[in-house]
């Protein structure tokens, strides 16, 4: 499978790309440098380049969106307005999104808004809400969305995890293992049209 990654070099984008080349699919890692990645190809653009996406996806089978939004002050509209136009625009390459555990679902509210909920990343889980929405009216266009458990950070391969649907099925998950997630369900496309979530 040919697989484009962007955001190839970050925390969750760069366990993507070595998961899936060590499965043996044809990587090419997007980032905004365009820095090299061992074993894969390289190429340079931003989420909010909609020829070069069109271009990507025209010559992957996946292209795979692993960008979060600013967390530098930066405007969320352009990372929502650059997700909408994704949505919007029909290519043969199926569209999977890592996402946000802000957005998911617990005792019918959103965990954004459930107490105790860090301030720092409300911000960034309002814009994976919006994002979420764009998906879900979108026509025509193959996409999935995986959110990760609320604590996602670098650790142990166990190559195990649990599934859920909207709502977080367990307080953590590696990166290693949120990234066998990611690439079970490219191999084996159970998830269509939807979001789901995973955790340790």
């Known amino acids: 499978m040919k697989i484009a990654v962007y955001g190839a070099t970050g925390m969750v984008g760069s366990q993507i790309v070595a998961e899936a080349l060590g499965r043996g699919h044809e990587v090419t890692a997007v980032s905004r440098t365009g820095r090299p990645v061992e074993g894969a190809s390289s190429a340079t653009a931003t989420l909010g380049d909609l020829a070069a996406y069109r271009s990507l996806a025209a010559a992957h089978d996946v292209v795979v969106l692993s960008v979060p939004p600013s967390r ?14 994704i949505s919007e625009t029909l290519v043969p390459a199926r569209v999977f999104i890592v996402g946000g555990a802000g957005s998911t679902v617990v005792d019918g509210g959103l965990l954004v808004d459930q ?13 994976m809400i919006a994002v979420m929405e764009n998906y879900n009216s979108a026509s025509g266009l193959d996409w999935t969305m995986l959110a990760p458990a609320p604590i996602i950070a670098p650790g142990e391969r166990t190559g195990t995890y649990e599934l859920g649907a ?12 949120f990234a066998v997630a990611v ?18």
């Open 166 to 177: 909207d709502s977080p099925v367990g307080d953590a998950i590696s990166t290693q293992d």
């Open 115 to 127: 107490p105790g909920f860090p301030p720092e990343y409300e911000a960034e889980s309002r814009a």
């Open 72 to 85: 530098d002050g930066g405007d969320p509209q352009d990372f929502i307005g650059a997700h909408e136009a």
């Open 183 to 200: 690439l079970d369900e490219l191999e084996e496309p159970k998830h269509r049209h939807r979001r789901f979530t995973v955790a340790n």
